[in-house]
């Protein structure tokens, strides 16, 4: 994570990056703030709702953006080494909906989405 102006955990805007590897999965969970996500490089994978499923995906390409209402359920993964970069009005947050699966806890669980074809 790398911080480009503001203070993400401070009150006022902010602005910052986030780096991933490819394949990367992030669980189920919600914002406290409404966040403007936009993909700087490689594939960003946004699903909504709590249940993480593979076949619910919306594919970012670089340049591709989103915006997440505040406390809106949502999963995010990844194709390939991939930036974001997330806009918003501090302070930030995240709440797992599953706490089992927040990987600043000891003993986290793997978010692993179902994989549903079409």
Request: charged content about 15%.
């Amino acid at each position: 994570m790398a911080v480009l102006s503001g203070n993400p955990f401070g009150t006022g805007s902010f602005v910052f990056r986030f780096r991933m590897p490819d394949g990367y999965w992030i669980c189920p969970h919600t914002h406290p703030i409404e966040a403007h996500i936009r993909a700087i490089s490689g594939t960003f994978l946004v699903g909504m709702g709590s249940e993480p499923d593979t076949g619910a995906l919306r594919t970012l390409a670089p340049g591709g953006e989103i915006t997440l209402q505040t406390g809106m359920a949502h999963y995010e993964g990844t194709r390939g080494q991939t930036v974001i970069e997330i806009r918003g009005v501090g302070p930030w947050g995240i709440a797992f909906v599953d706490p089992r699966y927040d990987p600043s806890a000891a003993g986290t669980l793997k978010c692993t989405p179902s994989v549903r074809s079409h």
